[in-house]
């Protein structure tokens, strides 16, 4: 668990740190390839790993850590389309 955690933190960074000083469209991109790539997959077994041992039933966890993972990358893909389709207004 502590791998993930760091992991997930780094990808953050990287994230944060790569989409610094760059047009909106661009962290738009940048975001939602973070987020379907390494953070979607990371916080879902996070959190279905502590939920399923706070319930102690691992297809709760299961459960969880599926429902998660499609709203984490269901709303990365909306970043990405965003940073692809939207129009820049100046």
Do not use: C, H, Q
Not at 30 to 44: D, N
Not at 66 to 72: A, D, E, G, N, P
Not at 78 to 86: E, P, Q, R, S, T
């Amino acid at each position: 668990m502590p791998i993930a955690i760091t992991i997930l933190v780094l990808a953050f960074g990287l994230a944060f740190f790569t989409s610094r000083n760059k047009a909106r469209k661009k962290k738009l991109v940048t975001w939602g390839v973070a987020t379907i790539v390494a953070i979607a997959p990371l916080v879902a077994w996070i959190a279905g790993i502590l939920f399923g041992m706070d319930e102690e039933d691992g297809f709760v966890g299961f459960t969880v850590m599926i429902y998660s993972f499609i709203l984490l990358e269901v709303i990365g893909f909306a970043l990405v389309y965003l940073g692809i389709f939207k129009r820049m207004v100046k």
